[in-house]
């Protein structure tokens, strides 16, 4: 019976530094798991000089094997190039600077092996990073957690392992900006979850330091992918401001009853809040119509099927789908 092929996906930009110890660290990992495997680095248009660091690495072994963007696309959009040139039964992505361990994969590859088809790291602790990072990385994902439509887990990253079928899966979402790290929840399917502790950048400088686009790209994704929160709160806003406009008025209009002047001024503030209450909820409003549009257009498949019992294939409707749903659909024996 042949060995499962298991390939490592590396999205990566300027990582000369690492990849020589990262590639000699999974090389050594693997020797002890009985499975084929393949080193795919997606290289982000870097600018360094990891593209003759990896030629010289394929020389040593070629299960090394490197895609170049045609121009700097992003991390995730990495990932989804890398995932698309796999061949594994079992795929891993993860990033190139040594945060996440190399030897953490065996854990993942035994819960695939007891049937998971997404199983995620959950980081126990994150050693090298400032305490204002840590705090702002921990508040930032509890507030993606209780507004998401979904249960995303906890200090959850981008290092997980993906059966085949959930890799073809997550392939036939069609979402610019994706966020990773909830679409895989979101394919629902058999998940796990690996604790580990999340060890310091093995060498060179974070590309997520905390004063920077990425991270704040980041927490806007999460927020946005799976939540309309920012919508309701705007309209839970308004109705506040109506029920405030509503109370000023009659402090207002109160010293008329005993034939004092109106409060003009109270008066004021009262109309000027309840215009300011109704723009408001007029845009919480248009904002539902758009969010109905918007979850229409990102085009998301409306259910992701993970086995059938007693149909024929006739009764399946996987003509309808691209040849990647055919064999997600087939349970893995």
């Known amino acids: 019976m042949p060995k499962p092929l298991v390939s490592v996906v590396l999205s990566f930009r300027n990582e000369a530094e690492n990849i020589p110890t990262l590639t000699a660290r999974l090389v050594a ?55 698309a040139a796999a061949s594994g039964d079992a795929i891993v992505y993860m990033d190139c600077d040594l945060q996440d361990p190399p030897e953490v994969i065996p854990q993942l590859l035994e819960r695939w092996r007891d049937g998971a088809d997404v199983v995620h790291t959950i980081r126990t602790r994150r050693h090298g990073e400032g305490a204002l990072k840590m705090t702002a990385t921990r508040l930032a994902y509890r507030i993606i957690h209780y507004s998401s439509t979904i ?22 979402l069609r979402e610019s900006d994706p966020y990773l790290r909830g679409l895989t929840v979101w394919l629902g399917l058999n998940q796990a979850f690996v604790p580990y502790e999340r060890a310091a950048r093995h060498a060179g400088l974070s590309h997520f330091p905390l004063v920077s686009r990425n991270p704040w790209k980041t927490f806007v994704l999460g927020v946005t992918s799976f939540s309309f929160v920012p919508i309701y709160a705007c309209i839970a806003l308004a109705g506040a401001g109506l029920i405030a406009s509503l109370l000023m008025l009659m402090v207002a209009l109160a010293p008329a009853t005993a034939g004092a002047p109106v409060d003009r001024g109270t008066a004021l503030m009262a109309v000027l809040t309840f215009f300011w209450a109704t723009t408001v909820g007029a845009i919480g409003i248009v904002g539902l119509y758009i969010a109905r549009i918007y979850k229409d257009v990102r085009a998301r498949p409306a259910y992701v099927l993970q086995s059938t019992i007693g149909l024929s294939e006739g009764d399946r409707h996987e003509d309808r789908a691209p040849a990647p749903e055919a064999e997600a659909i087939a349970p893995r024996t």
């Open 151 to 172: 249960d995303l887990p906890v200090d959850g990253g981008d290092f997980k392992l993906l059966s085949r079928r959930a890799a073809n899966q997550l392939l036939r």
């Open 29 to 83: 990992m693997f020797v002890s798991q009985d499975v084929e495997y393949e080193l795919l680095f997606v290289n982000d248009a870097s600018t360094d000089h990891s593209v003759s660091v990896l030629l010289t690495e394929r020389q040593r072994n070629p299960r090394v094997k490197l895609l170049n963007m045609s121009r700097r696309f992003g991390v995730a959009e990495g990932v989804l190039a890398g995932l």
